[in-house]
């Protein structure tokens, strides 16, 4: 063996032995800035297990299955699911330039001497062309990185399907409620058309103003216009909650005009450590470790860079005698790059990888500020909405008694009928807004569901 083979099986050895230093800096998770307890909420709650599903979050059979009909067919679910199979890919990619790539070579080359002669030469084998060693850890660097983005993709994933259940049960809540103020503004209806035919008759008979007949018109003609507002609007939810699901909404799946919360009440006292569970913020956080590998890349930049380039196979100076005994043999060239001058780039560019770790981490914490804010938001929608709902149903009651007594004061002609029309247009808005705060008590349950990352635990 000669001293030049023996020194290159030991370059060799040596890059083996040195494979798998990193250049990149020990990342530690920021401290959450945020409190360890939510506004009003006491720690009685622990992170541990399993955070709930959203088949036992939902409780309504139709919408549990309109929800399953979105997850197999919405196209933005899809693409974030074909999202991940595309960094998975690139995750590949940069995988596999850690290990050496091999190749089928057969060549010829025929050239004049100096003599006049033609000279020949054949070879075929195997070659491995520009294999990087990897001393410093530049391209284990590039591979850690790429896999916390894939990683990332799948975290956004989840958080995609997390905001469509949501998006779905508050489509699908939204929908319920129309429903029940189109049946509201049906009855009222009936109810201004009624009277628009005593007032009417009254005024034929001497016993009604023009005045009375002219206002029992107008709420009359207000009530058909409401009506046609509400049968849009139902139209709307119904596309909206189509686009969602992706297909048809079969009409077994509708929710009636009902008032019954089809989920599971949230428990008291939630500590803050759950949101690290959102997808969105464990994202974030793989991002951050994406941003850090990127140094280490950086870093090893700095350092030499070596590859080897190898052969093995036959050579002959005949074709026909490729393959024959003798003819066999290797060639190995390794080769060192050491940066010199390269006007300041590899110092910007691990200044370019430092800022974005830096951003990374900032847009981490941001995250979590965010989700802090989203789930405080709804814990105080959640105080306040049963009173101001118990506060509302009592207007309700009150105003349907002062419709009855005004309208029963008007036929014994006590009151004027301006009393009674008041007293019509007042309940109306009342029960509208009656349930348009049940829809807001129902939805801020979703919107806590999702604040919480999709679930929760006891």
Same mark, same amino acid.
């Given at each position: ?11 060799? %050895? ?11 800096? $020990? ?35 139709? =919408?549990?299955?309109?929800? /399953? ?8 679910? +899809? ?43 054949? $070879?075929?084998?195997? %070659? ?16 850690? /990185? ?14 995609? &399907? ?29 109810? +201004? ?16 103003? /023009? ?20 049968? +849009?609007?139902?139209?709307?939810? =119904?596309?909206?909650? $189509?686009? =969602? ?24 006292? =939630?500590?803050?450590?759950?949101? $690290? ?12 470790? #994406? ?68 951003? #990374?981490? /900032? ?19 959640? #105080? ?46 009342? &029960? ?14 979703? #919107? ?11």
């Amino acid at each position: 063996m000669s001293d030049t083979r023996f020194f290159s099986l030991g370059a060799l %050895a040596a890059a083996a032995l040195m494979a798998g230093c990193s250049m990149t800096p $020990t990342l530690e998770r920021p401290v959450a800035p945020v409190p360890t307890t939510f506004p009003g909420q006491p720690a009685s709650v622990t992170a541990s297990g399993p955070v709930q599903a959203w088949e036992s979050f939902i409780t309504d059979a139709r =919408l549990r299955e309109l929800v /399953a009909l979105a997850l197999k067919n919405n196209r933005d679910l +899809r693409v974030a699911t074909l999202n991940i199979e595309q960094v998975r890919a690139q995750y590949q990619v940069r995988r596999a330039d850690q290990v050496p790539t091999v190749n089928a070579s057969v060549a010829g080359n025929r050239q004049p001497t100096a003599s006049g002669d033609i000279s020949s030469t054949y $070879t075929a084998g195997l %070659a491995m062309a520009s294999w990087e060693l990897d001393f410093f850890g530049r391209v284990a660097s590039l591979k850690d /990185a790429a896999l916390a983005q894939f990683l990332a993709s799948e975290e956004a994933q989840r958080a995609v &399907q997390t905001s469509l259940v949501a998006s779905v049960a508050s489509s699908w809540l939204g929908l319920q409620t129309d429903e029940a103020l189109l049946a509201l503004t049906q009855r009222t209806l009936a109810t +201004r058309e009624d009277s628009l035919r005593l007032t009417k008759l009254r005024f034929d008979n001497g016993a009604a103003s /023009a005045l009375d007949l002219r206002q029992a018109e107008s709420l009359t003609a207000a009530a058909r216009a409401t009506l046609a507002q509400q049968r +849009r609007t139902i139209a709307q939810d =119904l596309n909206a909650l $189509t686009l =969602l699901v992706g297909q048809e909404v079969p009409a077994n799946l509708l929710p009636g005009a009902g008032d019954v919360a089809p989920f599971q009440p949230v428990p008291e006292g =939630l500590p803050s450590e759950l949101l $690290t569970r959102r997808a969105d913020i464990r994202q974030a956080e793989q991002q951050m470790v #994406a941003a850090n590998a990127n140094i280490g890349a950086a870093r090893a930049a700095f350092f030499p860079r070596i590859s080897l380039t190898a052969s093995v196979g036959t050579v002959s100076n005949e074709l026909s005698g490729l393959f024959k005994d003798g003819s066999w043999g290797f060639s190995l060239a390794p080769q060192a790059l050491l940066p010199i001058f390269d006007m300041g780039r590899n110092q910007a560019n691990l200044d370019s990888a430092k800022v974005g770790r830096d951003i #990374a981490i /900032a847009q981490y914490e941001k995250a979590i500020q965010t989700a802090f804010r989203e789930v405080a938001d709804a814990l105080a929608g959640r #105080a306040t909405l049963g009173e101001q709902l118990s506060a509302q149903e009592a207007q309700a009651q009150a105003e349907t008694d002062r419709f009855r007594l005004a309208e029963l004061r008007y036929r014994n002609g006590v009151a004027s009928y301006l009393d009674v029309l008041d007293a019509q247009r007042s309940l109306f808005a009342t &029960q509208q807004a009656l349930a348009q705060i049940r829809l807001a008590q129902q939805q801020n349950q979703v #919107a806590l569901y999702k604040a919480l990352g999709g679930g929760w635990s006891e």
